[in-house]
């Protein structure tokens, strides 16, 4: 059973950078696309970036570009989301999640149970 550990959520200030693990267990990381997501309270689930699992190529929202930088580490079978320049309005519980495919992530059975991002002074 494909098992996802999200870790490395806190609180930082405005400008401040976090960067987010997701630990993927109970079959290799090379299999899988993986997606952040993130959802804060009152709003639809988000996602915020993709890498996928055959050519290592990303996509990112419109809201995190040239902020959030996803990478992948098959041999230590983990995902980081990098994020710089925080703002208050990336506040929210980040969720990893995987499939096959970057463009089926979204619709995928296995989610980790998130991180709490907070951005604030």
């Known amino acids: 059973q494909l098992q996802l550990v999200e870790s490395g959520g806190g609180l930082v200030q405005p400008g401040g950078s976090l960067r987010l693990s997701c630990a993927v267990s109970?079959?290799?990381?090379?299999?899988?696309?993986i997606g952040w997501f993130r959802q804060a309270p009152g709003k639809e689930r988000e996602e915020v970036s993709c890498?996928?699992?055959?050519?290592?190529?990303?996509t990112y929202g419109d809201s995190v570009k040239g902020r959030f930088t996803i990478s992948r580490d098959n041999a230590k079978n983990t995902v980081y989301l990098r994020m710089n320049s925080l703002k208050p309005e990336d506040t929210a519980v980040y969720y990893c999640?995987?499939?096959?495919?970057?463009?089926?992530?979204?619709?995928?059975?296995?989610w980790g149970q998130g991180t709490q991002v907070t951005v604030s002074s």
């Open positions: 999640a995987a499939d096959y495919f970057c463009t089926q992530v979204s619709k995928s059975h296995y």
């Open positions: 109970g079959s290799p990381l090379a299999y899988y696309a």
């Open positions: 890498i996928s699992a055959h050519d290592d190529s990303t």
